[in-house]
């Protein structure tokens, strides 16, 4: 009798929270508003995102816009007051005003086409064997050694110069463009070794350690194991290296006397100054469309890298 009476008890109270929580549930789906709407409002949201980054891209690209227009108009219009939005005629005299000023564009665009290879490949070769051996080996003064790295990026720019421009021509290498590229690959460094010694430490050692046992040595897993895996990290010490060298202007201007030696950003500032007060602006926004270019695109077909690059590497620190 009592067992009788305590069964439909005992189910009556297991039955009952359920019976509540799917009430709860109906009630919560009565509250939801329809499909269609939830999907409208999604496309709302997205399409203001969108409009919003679309203004906010033109902008930014308003300025480089305005350069290219300008640099295809003619010499009268391009200084004309006021300017015009969009080109009358259009006109390559500025770009062949370009090619023959100075030494010409060729030269000045070669030099700085060197230097950017230099400072790309140095960059790279010493970030990469350092960052790794931060990252894998045990050595003494090893946390000093890599604080004492950093601590280069604290020190001005400005303040070296004389030193370094005294060691150049000591070393004989002064007015040229290797010495320049030197210069830049140490200012380069402090950045380029911490992205790769946070990038070789977020991979597995265990998979290094395999290498090791098939037979590799330290530098066979590195080839065959960690560079693939660092790719994006390589790619963003690049690209970083790539656009400081092909804008530095101030280290050039110091260390190189010989005008056949000179960088674009020299000679575009040199074409900026003018001749007699005069300056010939859609010869100057040609060059800048010369200078940009190269950038831009660069920048675009390894945008994916240096995201990625730049995400990983400050992971660890």
């Given at each position: 009798?009592?067992?009788?009476?305590?069964?439909?008890?005992?189910?009556?109270?297991?039955?009952?929270?359920?019976?509540?929580?799917?009430s709860?549930?109906?009630?919560?789906?009565?509250r939801?508003?329809?499909?269609?709407?939830?999907?409208?409002?999604?496309?709302?949201?997205?399409?203001?995102?969108?409009?919003?980054?679309?203004v906010?891209?033109?902008?930014?690209?308003?300025?480089?816009?305005?350069?290219?227009?300008?640099s295809?108009?003619s010499?009268?219009?391009?200084?004309q007051q006021?300017?015009?939005?969009?080109?009358?005629?259009?006109s390559?005299?500025?770009?062949?005003?370009?090619?023959?000023?100075?030494?010409g564009i060729?030269?000045?665009?070669?030099?700085?086409?060197?230097?950017?290879?230099?400072?790309?490949?140095?960059?790279?070769?010493?970030t990469?064997?350092?960052?790794?051996?931060f990252?894998?080996?045990?050595?003494?003064?090893?946390?000093?050694?890599?604080?004492?790295?950093l601590?280069?990026?604290?020190?001005?720019?400005?303040t070296?110069?004389?030193?370094?421009?005294?060691?150049?021509?000591?070393?004989g290498?002064?007015?040229?463009v290797?010495?320049?590229?030197?210069?830049?690959?140490?200012l380069?460094?402090?950045?380029?070794?911490?992205?790769m010694?946070?990038?070789?430490?977020s991979?597995?050692?265990?998979?290094e350690?395999?290498?090791?046992?098939?037979?590799c040595?330290?530098?066979g897993?590195?080839?065959?194991?960690?560079l693939?895996?660092v790719?994006?990290?390589?790619?963003?010490?690049?690209?970083?290296?790539?656009?400081?060298?092909?804008?530095?202007?101030?280290?050039?201007?110091?260390?190189l006397?010989?005008?056949?030696?000179?960088?674009?950003?020299?000679?575009?500032?040199?074409?900026?100054?003018?001749?007699?007060?005069?300056?010939?602006?859609g010869?100057?926004?040609?060059g800048?469309?010369?200078a940009?270019?190269?950038v831009?695109?660069v920048?675009?077909?390894?945008?994916?890298?240096?995201?990625t690059?730049?995400?990983?590497?400050?992971?660890?620190?």
């Amino acid at each position: 009798m009592t067992a009788t009476t305590q069964g439909p008890t005992a189910t009556r109270r297991d039955v009952r929270p359920d019976a509540d929580e799917t009430s709860r549930s109906v009630a919560r789906k009565r509250r939801r508003p329809p499909f269609t709407a939830r999907r409208l409002r999604s496309a709302a949201a997205t399409g203001g995102f969108h409009l919003f980054s679309g203004v906010l891209a033109a902008i930014f690209l308003m300025p480089l816009i305005w350069v290219a227009l300008n640099s295809i108009k003619s010499t009268q219009e391009a200084n004309q007051q006021p300017p015009t939005w969009f080109p009358q005629s259009f006109s390559l005299d500025n770009y062949a005003k370009l090619a023959e000023y100075g030494d010409g564009i060729g030269v000045y665009l070669f030099n700085s086409i060197v230097l950017c290879l230099l400072v790309v490949v140095g960059n790279v070769l010493v970030t990469v064997l350092a960052g790794y051996a931060f990252a894998r080996f045990e050595f003494r003064g090893k946390r000093i050694l890599f604080g004492t790295t950093l601590l280069i990026l604290m020190v001005p720019y400005a303040t070296i110069l004389l030193p370094l421009y005294i060691v150049l021509n000591t070393l004989g290498i002064g007015n040229s463009v290797f010495g320049v590229a030197l210069v830049l690959i140490m200012l380069q460094l402090p950045f380029g070794v911490f992205l790769m010694r946070n990038s070789f430490e977020s991979i597995p050692r265990e998979l290094e350690e395999a290498a090791l046992v098939d037979g590799c040595g330290d530098l066979g897993a590195l080839r065959h194991i960690s560079l693939r895996l660092v790719s994006p990290a390589i790619v963003t010490v690049a690209l970083f290296a790539f656009i400081a060298s092909w804008n530095e202007f101030l280290a050039p201007l110091i260390f190189l006397n010989d005008g056949s030696q000179y960088t674009l950003p020299i000679a575009l500032v040199s074409l900026q100054s003018g001749a007699y007060g005069v300056v010939d602006y859609g010869a100057l926004q040609a060059g800048i469309v010369v200078a940009v270019a190269p950038v831009l695109l660069v920048y675009l077909v390894l945008q994916r890298y240096y995201v990625t690059g730049l995400v990983n590497g400050a992971l660890r620190g």
